[in-house]
């Protein structure tokens, strides 16, 4: 592993421009992609939710445009919304994305963060090119940061910014949460510059997780990379600064996906599939098609369910929703052809001239159609291998009829499995056992479901959006 080095809170341009601390200030996010007024192909859908309480009136929304260029901007083009929002955002050199992005964040990271070893491609010009996207981020935010700005980066592919800015001088609270999970010292030493990531995390002041397990892995790694000893709060001080390790899971708007469900019910959607349904019960799987989602494990549980309990074949039908994504790196194109290949095979075997047991379908599909869909669904099954929390898992409990509620099957190794203990708990690497949970949630007395779903709504409700937002800024407002 190499030592922690160049990008090293300390700065590598000379004594840090102090800016003024205190002062009331606004939140500026930072993400990867932001969901600008006129920017429609950004994705940040999820996210978007998850900050509606962050981002009010006031607040500065910075990242990339969604544009490859020539060059990479040194100026970020900005928009302000009908809600009083600035939206900030760069191009990115197309030499530097394809390794930033395809290279480093996704070829690398996701799959060590995910426990995939295997799937892990590292290269130093990879590496590189995510250092100068993230020190590209940094100078183009610089000039738009005000004293007292709250700073909030959002997720793996800006794990050095934090440090970049702390090199141009910013000495503004600057806090990083990362959505995906984290991994023990024994893994993230897979990958070579791993402290110095750690050193470049540790230019935060707040260093945000989904659950109490990635807490303790990254002071784990704090502790061998950077040689320093954790208090009980998760604080530590590396080159005169303090780092607190928090947990702040991550919510929905439990009420306003619950309103959206019940309204798509009457949609054209959902009732079309209701109809092509029938009278057979729906298991339904959203994901983005992702390795990390467990799909083809997925698939074959489906199967294993219709080969040992018989009395479901023609009495259920497998919907997955699984969106394109990330196209560009080889791994999600090898398991698109796997699923493919696996989707055939089930249906080769079960189908009959009027039932086809499974759908699988990789076109994006609307929320608001999503979200009717998860109401119909009698399991919702969530199975990733690995999962920093799993929103599906949340919104498929908000959108059930608490009359008559659907079935969360859901992978121990998701975050979401940390709280919503009530759902019928799996590992998705045994498709006996996933298809064991299926049988039990199609025959669970209705009053067991009312009971598991009651349980699992009270969490969703608790754990929210806002909640959210507002335990990380509080821990990022508070400088003690
Ligand atoms: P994702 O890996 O993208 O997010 P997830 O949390 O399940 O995973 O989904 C985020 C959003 O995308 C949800 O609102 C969901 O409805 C939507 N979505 C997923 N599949 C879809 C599909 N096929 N069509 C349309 N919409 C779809 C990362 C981490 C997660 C973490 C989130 C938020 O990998 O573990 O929960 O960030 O922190």
């Given at each position: 592993m190499s030592k922690a080095s160049t990008l090293t809170p300390a700065g590598r341009s000379g004594a840090p421009r102090a800016r003024e601390k205190n002062a009331p200030g606004r939140v500026v996010i930072v993400s990867n992609r932001v969901p600008s007024p006129?920017?429609?192909?950004?994705?940040?859908g999820g996210l978007a939710v998850a900050l509606a309480d962050a981002v009010t009136p006031g607040s500065l929304w910075f990242g990339w445009s969604g544009k490859r260029a020539d060059e990479t901007s040194a100026k970020a083009h900005t928009e302000i919304s009908d809600t009083n929002v600035t939206y900030a955002t760069i191009d990115i050199a197309e030499r530097d994305y394809q390794r930033f992005y395809n290279g480093f964040a996704n070829g690398a990271l996701w799959p060590l963060l995910h426990y995939r070893t295997g799937l892990l491609r590292f290269n130093r010009p990879d590496f590189e090119a995510y250092r100068t996207v993230n020190r590209a981020f940094a100078e183009a935010l610089l000039p738009l940061i005000r004293p007292g700005d709250l700073i909030w980066i959002h997720d793996?592919?800006?794990?050095t910014m934090a440090a970049e800015l702390r090199a141009l001088g910013v000495a503004n609270r600057i806090g990083f949460f990362l959505h995906v999970p984290f991994v023990p010292p024994s893994l993230l030493q897979?990958?070579?510059p791993a402290a110095e990531l750690i050193a470049a995390l540790s230019a935060c002041d707040i260093v945000g997780f989904q659950t109490a397990g990635d807490v303790s892995a990254f002071l784990d790694n704090a502790a061998i990379c950077l040689g320093v000893q954790p208090d009980n709060a998760g604080c530590y001080l590396y080159q005169g600064r303090k780092t607190r390790a928090v947990l702040t899971p991550i919510g929905i708007d439990s009420d306003k996906f619950a309103a959206l469900a019940e309204t798509a019910e009457q949609t054209a959607e959902t009732i079309r599939l209701r109809e092509s349904l029938g009278d057979r019960a729906l298991v339904l799987g959203v994901d983005?098609?992702?390795?990390?989602?467990?799909l083809p494990q997925r698939f074959d549980a489906y199967g294993r369910l219709l080969y040992a309990y018989p009395q479901h074949r023609r009495c259920v039908n497998f919907l997955q929703i699984a969106a394109r994504s990330r196209q560009e790196v080889g791994s999600y194109q090898t398991l698109r052809r796997e699923l493919d290949r696996r989707a055939g095979d089930i249906n080769g075997e079960f189908s009959d001239f009027d039932w086809v047991p499974l759908r699988y379908m990789t076109h994006p599909v609307k929320r608001n159609a999503i979200a009717g869909f998860y109401r119909t669904a009698r399991i919702g099954l969530v199975t990733p291998l690995r999962d920093g929390m799993n929103l599906v898992a949340k919104e498929y409990v908000a959108a059930q009829n608490a009359a008559n509620p659907g079935m969360l099957v859901l992978s121990?190794?998701?975050?979401a499995a940390d709280e919503l203990t009530?759902?019928?708990?799996?590992?998705?690497?045994d498709p006996d056992e996933v298809a064991a949970a299926m049988h039990q949630g199609l025959v669970m007395p209705l009053e067991e479901r009312q009971a598991r779903h009651a349980a699992l709504l009270a969490k969703v409700k608790h754990t929210n959006a806002r909640r959210y937002c507002e335990q990380f800024l509080e821990y990022l407002r508070d400088d003690q």
């Open positions: 006129s920017d429609k192909t950004a994705t940040a793996y592919q800006l794990m897979v990958l070579p983005r098609l992702d390795y990390s989602k467990g121990r190794f998701a975050g009530e759902a019928l708990i799996v590992n998705p690497f």
